[in-house]
């Protein structure tokens, strides 16, 4: 930390120099050993406890930060610090899902923030630098890579509307008992929801109609005679909430409904699943996570 200035009578700004460090580079390791051993001896060291997530997320904010700096802006520097670049927190608030998806969006290799140059190669869920950051990040992320291993992904789309007899509604859970539906349409062009998770897996539930006639409409057929249905599906974060409608999906939906029902409960099931694309979600369909959620 070089100081703390105040923006207003209620938000300070520390101003600091960091440096991010690959395993791979002597040189580099060194250089945090002697600045680590120095702090010590002053008595002016901190240990601040964060997951490997928490870490990312703040390297990338001290980069972003970093390119706001002015390049007149030359603060002094020990031996030891020569390689550090100066940045600067605030305070943060919440930050909107735009905000989160760029600061998640190719975060690097997922311990040092480097350059991601190969993922695991199990579940291609994980970007390294090299083999001594993968070794290094094996014990928290060998649960969710033996989820994944093997898996089966199929793309489904969503959509977070529908148009009802002409009228566009949204997040809504349709029914059409005592509906006069005559219509239904997905193809109204409303977005998505910005991807919030960059190209990390993540959780999602998956929840069936609650009973084979709960979502029939009369006026458009699904090929079974029946007229469409959908299911609901969503992230912990409720950062999305859509429907995945069987006239968008064939062949697909029909699967995913069939998992469910060979869970234990017959209404819902959770899996990893990835935003492929504005309306497409990648959904690992055949793979349980493990721990089972609880949200």
Not at 15 to 34: F, G, M, Q, R, W
Not at 57 to 68: G, H, K
Not at 105 to 131: D, F, L, M, W
Request: aromatic content about 8%; hydrophobic content about 30%.
């Amino acid at each position: 930390m070089l100081n703390v200035y105040t923006l207003d009578k209620d938000t300070p700004l520390i101003s600091l120099i960091y440096e991010t460090v690959s395993y791979k580079n002597p040189d580099e390791i060194a250089n945090v050993l002697d600045f680590m051993y120095q702090l010590g001896s002053s008595g002016r060291a901190a240990q601040i406890q964060a997951t490997v997530e928490e870490q990312a997320l703040f390297r990338q904010l001290l980069a972003e930060n970093s390119r706001r700096v002015s390049a007149k802006y030359r603060p002094p520097k020990e031996s030891y610090e020569r390689t550090f670049q100066p940045s600067f927190v605030v305070p943060i608030g919440p930050l909107s899902q735009i905000d989160i998806g760029k600061l998640t969006h190719n975060t690097g290799c997922e311990i040092c923030g480097n350059k991601s140059t190969s993922r695991c190669s199990q579940c291609q869920s994980a970007s390294y630098c090299g083999p001594a950051c993968q070794k290094i990040h094996w014990p928290e992320h060998k649960t969710m890579c033996r989820s994944l291993k093997g898996g089966e992904w199929v793309t489904i789309q969503m959509h977070t509307h529908v148009r009802l007899n002409g009228v566009v509604m949204q997040n809504v859970h349709v029914s059409n008992h005592g509906l006069p539906v005559e219509s239904v349409d997905t193809s109204d062009g409303m977005q998505m929801p910005p991807n919030v998770h960059g190209d990390q897996p993540f959780l999602v539930k998956l929840q069936r109609p609650l009973s084979d006639e709960e979502m029939p409409m009369p006026g458009l057929s699904s090929g079974d005679g029946k007229g469409p249905q959908s299911m609901f599906v969503y992230d912990r974060q409720r950062s999305f909430r859509a429907h995945v409608w069987d006239v968008n999906n064939r062949g697909v939906y029909e699967r995913v409904i069939a998992e469910i029902l060979a869970g234990k409960n017959k209404n819902k099931m959770y899996r990893w699943a990835k935003r492929v694309g504005p309306n497409d979600l990648s959904v690992c369909l055949d793979r349980e996570p493990v721990p089972p959620p609880t949200w």
